[in-house]
């Protein structure tokens, strides 16, 4: 997946198939949310850091639902490492981007 910022964005239709091989980090937000804003541009940076080696993707909760309660998703941004479709690795709240590349390369 190219990580553009349109190709950033999965739904509840495309999340499990998104998730399912490989490394991916996935960014649950809202557009109400401040906090959320803030972490945009910093998924934006890693995704141009990781390349194609990682998918970064971001889920609107308030659009997608279905994703966000199977997840357990109570407070946003909550930031999601999955590896084969497994989570591994959660964070809530806004993280700086050393944090989330060190949460990458140790399930990379």
């Keep these: 997946m190219a990580n553009s910022e349109s190709d950033l964005t999965m739904n509840d239709a495309s999340f499990e198939k998104v998730i399912s091989t490989g490394l991916t980090l996935v ?3 809202a557009e109400w ?4 804003k803030m972490q945009t541009p910093i998924m ?3 995704a141009k850091t990781v390349g194609d080696s990682v998918t970064i993707s971001k889920l609107n909760v308030d659009e997608n639902p279905n994703s966000a309660v199977k997840y357990g998703i109570t407070g ?3 930031s999601i490492v999955f590896k084969d479709g497994q989570e591994v690795q959660r964070f809530v709240g806004v993280q700086n981007k050393d944090t989330l590349l060190k ?3 140790s399930h990379g």
């Excluded at 949310?33 to 959320?36: D, E, S």
């Design 27 to 29: 960014d649950f937000w």
């Design 33 to 36: 949310c401040m906090p959320c």
């Design 44 to 46: 934006a940076e890693i």
């Design 76 to 78: 946003i941004p909550t």
């Design 103 to 105: 949460a990458i390369d």
